[in-house]
């Protein structure tokens, strides 16, 4: 596995990415809550790929662009562009 995607499944699995409640927790953000939906909910890693309206609204979107690639997790990955 490459350093970089390496890093970026660590990141996910431990929750320390770019999402608000990992910055509310290092004090890089007013508060811990998601900006996109209407939830209420802490903006975690969980959230964002379960839960978050927005975010699987923008999935959507993305996956009818993309078409039959958007099904394989290994295009995301394995790819230049991934």
Do not use: D
Request: with cysteine.
């Amino acid at each position: 596995l490459p350093k970089s995607k390496a890093g970026t499944m660590y990141q996910l699995h431990s929750g320390h990415i770019v999402l608000n409640q990992h910055l509310h927790h290092i004090n890089r953000s007013n508060r811990p809550l998601c900006i996109q939906c209407e939830a209420n909910k802490p903006e975690t890693v969980h959230h964002m790929l379960f839960e978050c309206e927005w975010y699987n609204s923008e999935c959507h979107i993305l996956r009818n662009k993309l078409g039959r690639e958007a099904l394989s997790m290994s295009s995301c990955w394995w790819t230049r562009m991934g």
